[in-house]
Nanobody, 123 residues
Framework: QVQLVEFGGGLEQTGGSLKLSCVAS??????MAWFRQAPGKEREFVAA????????NYASAVKSRFTISRDNNKNTVYLQMNSLEPEDTAVYYC??????????????????WGQGTQVTVSS
């Protein structure tokens, strides 16, 4: 079973940047994704990337501000977050699926999840 561990969360000011990392115990040709969950809200899709980085997908709320990438040599997927807004405050989760494509944005398409990392953006 693949295990995922996220790193890089923290407190940042509006307009700042953070880079999240998700390290997998084993890395393969799976699609990798980032989701987030704010207090009192449902978990929502943020971004996803296919096995070779040639296919990515973003939620409209983060497109042009966030960039997903992966390094298969390091078993790691990244989420570079720029121009952060208070609305980006949430727990960010890494997820993976053996069969999903980046265009699948529902949580049910991903079977393996990390424990999450808190991102807080102050106004």
């Amino acid at each position: 079973q693949v295990q995922l561990v996220e790193f890089g969360g923290g407190l940042e000011q509006t307009g700042g940047s953070l880079k999240l990392s998700c390290v997998a115990s084993t890395f393969s040709s799976y699609t990798m994704a980032w989701f987030r969950q704010a207090p009192g809200k449902e978990r929502e899709f943020v971004a996803a990337i296919n096995w070779n980085g040639g296919n990515t997908n973003y939620a409209s709320a983060v497109k042009s501000r966030f960039t997903i990438s992966r390094d298969n040599n390091k078993n790691t997927v990244y989420l570079q977050m720029n121009s952060l807004e208070p609305e980006d405050t949430a727990v960010y989760y890494c997820a993976t699926s053996a069969w999903a494509t980046p265009q699948l944005i529902n949580t049910g398409s991903y079977s393996i999840w990390g424990q999450g990392t808190q991102v807080t953006v102050s106004s």
